[in-house]
């Protein structure tokens, strides 16, 4: 009893949450072009609405539209329940041309509802080809029939899509492989497909981006994947199956009993409530192809292998050459087809004109270098004096007119002198006109050149070199230290600390100095510390020490002149001199 | 210690013998390689020239005739590689650079570009250039020192030095052992196929003539990652590449 309580609340809550849902009307057609006859189908999707209202028929001119289908559809995503009407039209082209179906409108309970208006374009004649973001070539299409079966919706399918069905052998024919998968299963897909066979090549598969498609009224997410196939030898060619791997979450059965729960409440279970994993393969069904020989009727000589659709453009550069200078004719071959196969132009009028092997370099426009533009160079060199180049002409199949068709290219105004650049300049001689030079056509020549290092490491890098530079950095580095150095001993720091020593050497030997050779040195120690003017030195210093200084002085100057010269300090006099000099000299080397 | 005066003495004669033997057959290879090419033995002149080559110290001269008879030998693409080297050794050796242009004329592949380094390199001898550069640069540090006090002299020294310095930054980046030491040279006389990724079953990008010069970015096993002519980049199969400046 519990149990269907907590059902009912969680079906109430479900539908409220639904009911929340924000009513909208779109319209999609399953192709964007198809051609005159080919119907399509325009489904106009009403979501969050059990009934709605829409037009019988649509009015465009070149266009018959009609209804002819109805369905509802309910859907459970991650306990989310969506409702969805789903209309679907038939749309018949009557005409070519561009059609714009305009905004449709739904009446859905009260209000009145818009679809955004769908483009289609109508071409006379077989469909148009592979109506992909990245669209390949305009040639017809030719689509397997691998389609969901009607009215029965499909989770998944692969379909390949030739662009055309006969195809001359070397003909490039691009292809697309699509995986269709219903947008309402998820899942992971494999990063590509397997393919290949006998009798044919391909080009690498390029990934198409993802895009939706509506497919017998159901929406898929389509993994496309280009490529060109080329046809290797005439007859029935099959396309074998391609399969792409794929892990997808499919609709599952409920636990046992579930359903039945629902049932008693007279619902039937959402589709979607539960999933499982599974792992598939996802096939393409194997298309069939007719090879047919390149035609020989009309076969130009200068045919090269060419397929497709070209069209060829020159210049030549520069326009004066002096003599044995090269002139190069530039060859640009644009269209759509085999570039990978085909050959050079050829080289007409070529008199006079000595020529090489053309260089050549392909710049694709698409991901499966079936468009884009080959270049060509040419060197020459006149042989003879010339105003003219050689002409140009390139021959290739048209595979739509299956006749083969001819571009050429007159010659281009030039002036270019004949014969080699100097005498001295012409190392190998005359070469021959040959594209590989004769040898022994050369004028023979002996050249023993004299010069050039004899190493392939630079002299920079050589042992002896960077142990030279070594030795005169160490020189260098010693004179710098020496002048440094000296220049330190010369600094006034210096000096002041040199004098400092003497001056304690002075006092250490007027210290040992006990007789009348006393003043004489105490003079020398003062002369030191006060250069020509003893005095000087009595300032800033104690009064008492002033005095003795002074009377230093005067007792230095009676010894020179007076008997009292050889006179013995006292011990006294000894004392007091000695203290103030030593704290003079002590201040001094401060 | 009077036996061992004797024995030195022995032992630097052999040593001058064996060296004058060697040097006399190394002399013998070219001079016979040399008589061989202009006897038109080209073949035989190559095998000669090249067996110096791997036993004597590298010759632009060498090179050159060694590339003269490969063109000889109707072997564009040796002969272009041998002038290469021929002018990498002495990039003023002009008469290598005609035949370059001749050679890759044969090959059918466009002139090389001729930029300032290269005509700078065709004029100036680079070896020159650098000592010069280097005892300028000394002389200015030196004179620094010197004079340290002098204002004016000090102003010389340091032109001295950017002088100096400028003529071996110079001559280091003009060096073509320098820019040619990460190059590449298609030999294959299949020419080359460009890869868009290091396998066998990739996309080709392209096909490189023989003769193309490619400058090698990395290398993986026996695939060389590098760049084309053109500025483009792929990759290619080292085994129809051969490196410009020889590798020892």
């Not at chain 1, 492989?177 to 992971?188: D, K, Q, T, V």
């Not at chain 1, 060197?379 to 010339?386: M, S, T």
């Not at chain 1, 040959?434 to 023979?444: G, M, V």
């Not at chain 2, 590298?58 to 008879?69: I, K, Q």
């Amino acid at each position: 009893m519990k149990m269907r309580v907590v059902i009912l609340w969680v079906g109430l809550l479900l539908a409220a949450l639904a009911g929340l849902q924000a009513q909208e009307a779109t319209a999609g057609l399953s192709s964007p072009s198809t051609s005159v006859g080919q119907p399509v189908e325009l489904v106009v999707t009403v979501r969050d609405s059990r009934n709605a209202e829409v037009p019988q028929t649509i009015d465009v001119a070149g266009l018959r539209i009609e209804l002819f289908g109805r369905a509802t559809r309910f859907e459970m995503n991650n306990f989310k329940v969506t409702s969805s009407l789903t209309y679907t039209y038939s749309v018949v082209p009557l005409n070519a041309g561009e059609f714009t179906i305009p905004p449709i409108e739904v009446k859905v309970d009260k209000k009145t509802l818009k679809t955004a208006p769908a483009r289609l374009s109508v071409m006379a004649g077989a469909p148009p080809a592979l109506p992909a973001p990245q669209p390949l070539p305009n040639a017809p299409s030719t689509r397997s029939d691998v389609q969901p079966p009607a009215g029965q919706v499909t989770p998944y399918f692969g379909d390949l899509l030739l662009s055309k069905k006969k195809a001359y052998v070397g003909e490039v024919v691009p292809a697309e492989l699509r995986y269709y998968f219903n947008s309402r299963i998820s899942g992971e897909v494999g990063d590509r497909p397997n393919f290949g066979g006998e009798g044919f090549t391909a080009q690498k598969l390029s990934h198409v981006p993802k895009r939706e498609q509506i497919v017998n009224g159901e929406n898929y997410v389509v993994f496309g994947f280009q490529t060109g196939i080329t046809p290797v030898k005439s007859g029935a060619l099959e396309i074998p199956t391609s399969s792409l791997e794929a892990r997808l979450q499919v609709p599952g059965s409920p636990p046992p009993g579930f359903a039945d729960i629902f049932q008693q409440f007279g619902g039937a279970l959402p589709p979607g409530m539960f999933t499982s994993s599974r792992d598939v393969s996802i096939d393409t069904k194997p298309v069939t192809m007719e090879v047919v020989p390149l035609p020989k009727e009309g076969k130009p000589e200068n045919f090269s292998g060419a397929i497709g659709k070209f069209k060829m453009e020159a210049s030549a550069n520069p326009k004066k050459a002096a003599p044995g200078d090269p002139i190069t004719i530039k060859v640009l071959v644009t269209g759509q087809g085999n570039f990978d196969a085909m050959g050079a132009p050829e080289l007409t009028d070529d008199e006079g004109w000595r020529s090489y092997p053309p260089t050549d370099k392909f710049e694709p426009a698409d991901a499966i270098h079936f468009t884009g533009t080959k270049t060509f160079e040419f060197v020459l060199i006149a042989k003879q004096d010339r105003i003219k180049t050689p002409g140009l002409k390139f021959s290739y199949l048209d595979p739509a007119t299956g006749k083969y068709e001819t571009l050429t290219q007159a010659p281009f105004d030039v002036e270019a002198k004949a014969g080699e650049a100097k005498p001295e300049a012409s190392p190998v001689g005359n070469v021959t006109p040959s594209p590989t030079p004769k040898p022994e056509s050369k004028a023979s020549r002996s050249v023993v050149h004299v010069g050039g290092d004899s190493s392939w490491t630079p002299l920079f890098k050589q042992p002896f070199f960077l142990l030279l530079n070594l030795a005169v950095a160490t020189v260098w580095g010693l004179a710098l230290v020496y002048v440094l150095v000296k220049k330190l001993l010369r600094s006034a720091w210096m000096c002041r600390r040199s004098e400092a020593g003497r001056l304690k050497r002075l006092i250490a030997d007027l210290e040992a100095c006990e007789d009348g050779r006393f003043y004489d040195q105490a003079a020398d120690c003062l002369a030191s510390l006060g250069g020509a003017d003893p005095e000087s030195l009595g300032e800033g210093i104690p009064n008492a020490d002033a005095e003795v200084l002074r009377s230093l002085s005067e007792r230095i100057a009676e010894s020179k002149y007076s008997p009292i010269a050889l006179a013995k300090p006292t011990a006294d006099e000894r004392g007091r001199v000695m203290q103030v000099l030593t704290s003079l000299v002590s201040q001094y080397a401060k | 210690m009077r036996n061992k005066i004797p024995s030195t003495l022995r032992s630097g004669i052999v040593a001058l013998i064996l060296l004058s033997g060697a040097f006399s057959g190394w002399g013998d290879d070219l001079s016979d390689a040399r008589s061989r090419a202009a006897n038109g033995e080209h073949a035989e002149a190559i095998r000669l020239f090249e067996k110096h080559l791997q036993t004597e110290r590298p010759s632009a001269s060498v090179y050159f005739e060694l590339g003269e008879s490969a063109m000889k030998s109707a072997n564009p693409a040796s002969a272009a590689l041998n002038f290469r080297r021929a002018l990498i050794l002495d990039p003023r050796f002009e008469t290598a650079r005609k035949a370059l242009s001749e050679a890759n004329l044969a090959l059918g592949i466009p002139p090389d570009p001729s930029d300032w380094k290269v005509n700078l390199v065709s004029k100036v001898p680079l070896n020159a250039l650098l000592i010069t550069g280097v005892v300028v640069s000394w002389i200015g540090l030196f004179l620094t020192l010197a004079g340290s006090r002098v204002r004016a002299r000090l102003i010389f020294a340091a032109s001295l030095i950017f002088s100096g310095v400028s003529m071996v930054a110079l001559a280091w980046f003009c060096d073509p052992r320098i820019e040619f030491s990460h190059q590449s040279y298609v030999l294959s006389s299949s020419g080359c196929v460009v890869f868009n990724a290091p396998v066998d079953n990739s996309e080709k990008l392209t096909k490189l003539a023989p003769g193309s010069v490619v400058t090698v970015i990395s290398e993986r096993g026996r695939w060389i990652y590098g760049q084309l002519p053109g500025g483009a980049r792929g990759w290619f199969l080292s085994e129809g590449l051969e490196s410009l400046i020889p590798r020892t």
